[in-house]
């Protein structure tokens, strides 16, 4: 992507991005309308719909010629990555949008013919924008990000995880996940993927591992982490599509392999 043309969908998003932030600070304390999509614990709420649509609305305007992946139903449906398509989950962790009111973010991941080029991950109520632009690093507001420390073990690390992986499933062996966090030193379940990706690029955790994830819980999330040297495949170490769901390891390549190898069912894709 040309890098003029990058820096006004840069701008642009950005200024979006930090609009539907404003927007939802000031409406945090409205009634809500609370609906339930696939069992009594999705949530989805007008909010979603309508940041959701104020960016559709937006970027039609202005791009005619750009796609949308998205979570509430305003998006494209896509079966390539090819010309300019924006990634977008207006309200990733809904559930703590609705419960807490804090802890949630908006993700914005711009793709061109599928090379992630620009990521904004908003955290609403602490005001906090992460932004990267494919070879240019990894900010939190205006701070750039260092790179993440190449001498980290698994022993030191804090891994992002939810109980999830506690029920049975197809991934991991009970015994397998139960040696896991008896072997770092520390998990920690925050609610928000997206949010849960800053924080690796970030370094104040240094794994991110969990099941089903969708394109735009993730695409803003792989463009930062991977400023900052961190990697982001599916939890069995292949690459992941942008265009279905998957499991997720988002990481500190120091502790990559030996999550992959030494924990994850062997065999499985
Ligand atoms: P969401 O809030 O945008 O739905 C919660 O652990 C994280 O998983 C959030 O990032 C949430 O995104 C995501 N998630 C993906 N699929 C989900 C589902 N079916 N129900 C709840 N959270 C889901
Ligand atoms: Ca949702
Ligand atoms: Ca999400
Ligand atoms: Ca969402």
Redesign the pocket.
């Known amino acids: 992507m040309n890098v003029t043309l990058r820096e006004e969908i840069y701008e642009l998003a950005k200024e979006w991005v930090l609009e539907a932030g404003k927007t939802i600070r000031e409406k945090i304390n409205d009634p809500l309308t609370i609906n339930t ?3 009594r ?4 709420t007008t909010m ?1 719909r309508d940041t959701e649509y104020f960016f559709m609305t937006h970027i039609k305007k202005t791009y005619p010629d750009h796609f949308i992946i998205s ?1 509430e139903g305003y998006g494209d449906e896509l079966q390539s990555l090819d010309g300019t398509v924006w990634i977008i ?1 207006p ?7 609705v419960h807490q009111k804090r802890n ?1 973010a908006i993700s914005v991941g711009i793709y061109h013919d599928g090379i992630g080029e620009i990521g904004l991950i908003y955290d609403v109520m602490a005001g906090k924008l992460y932004s990267a632009k494919r070879g240019e690093g990894a900010f939190i507001n205006k701070t750039p990000l260092p790179l993440l420390s190449e001498q980290k073990s698994l022993y030191d690390s804090i891994l992002g995880l ?1 109980h999830f992986w506690l029920c049975e499933n197809r991934l991991v062996e009970e015994s397998a996940i139960q040696r896991l966090v008896k072997t770092v030193r520390g998990t920690r ?1 925050f ?4 949010l ?1 990706f800053a924080y690796v690029a970030e370094g104040i955790i240094d794994g991110y591992m ?1 099941m ?3 394109p ?2 993730i695409a803003a999330g792989i463009v930062i982490v991977n400023e900052t040297g961190g990697v982001t495949t599916d939890a069995f170490g292949a690459e992941l599509s942008l265009l279905g769901k998957s499991s997720v390891l988002t990481c500190n390549p120091a502790i990559q392999e030996q999550i992959i190898n030494d924990y994850m069912k062997k065999g499985r894709k």
Do not use: C
Not at 91 to 97: A, P, Q, R, S
Not at 191 to 194: D, F, L, N, P, T
């Open positions: 999509k696939s069992d614990n999705d949530l989805v979603d979570e989950d309200i990733d962790g809904t559930m703590n949008f949630f939810n379940t609610g928000s993927a997206a849960e969990t089903g994830l969708a735009w819980d």
